[in-house]
């Protein structure tokens, strides 16, 4: 933030940084490889709900566009803080499809003047690492365009090693978030199972 | 893009908060202008007052949540608060502060920090009863609102001037009383002049503390309704923070006062103030603009969020 919005007290909405989302089926073939980790074929969109009428009319319009693809599934919750999570199915084998879907949601959502509300957006990996079956989400943050690993164990409980282990995994293929104060749970996410 | 009215700064507010920090500034820089040119040892008071600034600057969140009885807390033990500080960090693309709850039940919330990243949030056990948690999300949203505009960098700097001419004036006083500046060096031409001078000095410490009272008071105001607008906009619900205002603001009437006056030397730093006497003071001299300014600004907000795009500036 400049000095002069300091000064006078505004701050600018920051804007939704979409692109990385294109570069999960290549980082879904490096876990498949590295760690035995595949995608679940499910992915989810995490949208504040702002109020008033806009919010309705952007929502139904990305709604249509996860329901463009004929095979993709959509299912929606509301969780407690507030958002409005939209998780697409397009099964394991369709995670081009599904990235897709993904990204042409959070594009409505930010044509629309949304991009603030949006929140982020989940892929589902499952798969036994070392004799364990681990589910674990990646979660994209908009406003910063960077990746984090979420591995839930329980309903209050995630596994930071694991977690660091697939930091260490993804490497060059996706831009990983550095602050680790940012990699907040995203307790019961849909589409993570 | 078409859209960008939604979340667009108020230049109203922006106009009357560029125009306080400017007449603040002014009138510090006369305030120098006259002490060195009555030949007061300017550079001692400033090295003062500097000091002040800097222990202020520092030393501003150990101090605040010591006063308030705070105590940081892990997403272990709040795991609601630190998820809901999360999602707003994330909208709002800041670094996570530190997360406390002070144990008292005056309903109110604090944020302190110079920089974002030093920041800490603080919610009382008063103000997480009685909301519920998207009223929660709004106040939240409000204090990291005023961590991403740096307010209490801001009103630190701000309140230097106070300070410095405080010191001015309390330091003239003594000299007077202790035979002056120049002590019996002098002859009685020279210290007749000295009196004078020293009065005059005085004069003006009292106004320029009086005037800069004022701005600064003015300017908490400004930031006040700046950090409203900031947190409405993150969170896309102005309604949930109006109400959570409108709570609280009816609850800070009704408590004991015996609480409060406890919490009164940290209002600058609050959520709502806790005024022992009510809200009959002047909005003049109040830290925090009046409710019904407050709600206002809000549902302005709340209207522009639900614009369509036809209805969009």
Redo the contacts between chains.
């Keep these: 933030m400049g000095l002069l919005d300091t000064l006078l007290g505004r701050n600018k909405p920051v804007k939704a940084n979409l692109d990385a989302l294109f570069g999960v089926p290549s980082a879904a073939i490096t876990l498949e490889a590295a760690m035995g980790l595949r995608p679940v074929g499910a992915g989810s969109v995490a949208v504040k709900i702002t109020e008033g009428a806009a919010f309705a009319a952007a929502h139904t319009e990305a709604l249509g566009l996860l329901r463009f693809d004929p095979q993709a599934t959509v299912t929606e919750t509301q969780d407690d803080y507030g958002f409005r999570w939209s998780t697409v199915r397009t099964g394991a084998d369709r995670v081009g499809e599904l990235v897709t879907a993904l990204h042409g949601a959070n594009t409505s959502y930010a044509g629309a003047g949304l991009g603030p509300a949006l929140l982020c957006t989940t892929v589902g990996f499952a798969g036994e690492v070392a004799g364990t079956q681990r589910s674990l989400a990646l979660v994209y943050l908009y406003k910063r365009g960077t990746f984090y690993p979420f591995a839930p164990t329980g309903p209050q409980q995630r596994d930071s090693a694991f977690e660091l282990e697939v930091r260490g995994a993804l490497g060059e293929d996706l831009p990983v978030e550095p602050d680790l104060n940012r990699w907040f749970p995203v307790w019961g996410a849909p589409g993570l199972s | 893009?078409?859209?960008?009215g939604?979340?667009a700064?108020d230049p109203q507010?922006?106009a009357r908060?560029?125009l306080t920090?400017f007449l603040l500034g002014a009138v510090y820089v006369i305030a120098i202008a006259v002490l060195i040119a009555v030949g007061v040892n300017a550079i001692v008071v400033i090295v003062i007052a500097l000091g002040f600034l800097a222990f202020q600057y520092f030393g501003s969140e150990k101090a605040v949540l010591y006063g308030m009885n705070a105590r940081v807390v892990t997403?272990?033990e709040a795991?609601e608060l630190?998820?809901?500080v999360?999602?707003i960090?994330?909208?709002?693309?800041l670094?996570?502060p530190r997360v406390a709850i002070a144990d008292t039940d005056v309903p109110n919330a604090f944020a302190t920090g110079r920089t974002p990243s030093k920041a800490v949030i603080c919610a009382t056990t008063g103000i997480m009863r009685r909301l519920e948690?998207?009223e929660l999300?709004g106040v939240l949203a409000h204090e990291m609102?005023h961590v991403?505009?740096?307010?209490v960098a801001?009103m630190t700097i701000a309140s230097f001037l106070g300070v410095l001419a405080g010191l001015v004036t309390r330091f003239v006083f003594y000299s007077t009383m202790f035979g002056g500046f120049g002590g019996g060096r002098r002859n009685r031409d020279d210290k007749d002049n000295t009196v004078a001078l020293l009065f005059a000095v005085m004069v003006v410490s009292v106004i320029v503390y009086a005037v800069s009272f004022l701005l600064i008071r003015a300017l908490s105001r400004?930031?006040e309704l700046?950090?409203d607008r900031?947190g409405a906009?993150?969170?896309?619900?102005?309604?949930a923070l109006a109400s959570a205002l409108t709570k609280i603001s009816g609850d800070m009437g009704a408590i004991p006062t015996r609480d409060l006056r406890h919490a009164e030397a940290f209002n600058a730093f609050f959520f709502t103030p806790a005024l022992a006497s009510g809200f009959s003071l002047s909005s003049l001299f109040s830290t925090h603009p009046s409710l019904d300014k407050r709600l206002a600004q809000l549902s302005k907000i709340?209207?522009q969020?639900?614009?369509?795009?036809a209805g969009?500036r």
Aim: aromatic content about 4%; charged content about 20%.
């Design positions: 893009m078409a859209h960008r939604r979340y700064a507010l922006s908060m560029g920090v997403p272990a795991p630190h998820a809901i999360d999602r960090c994330a909208l709002a693309d670094p996570k948690p998207e999300e609102a991403a505009h740096r307010d801001v400004y930031r700046a950090a900031g906009l993150v969170t896309g619900r102005p309604s709340s209207a969020l639900g614009g369509t795009a969009v």
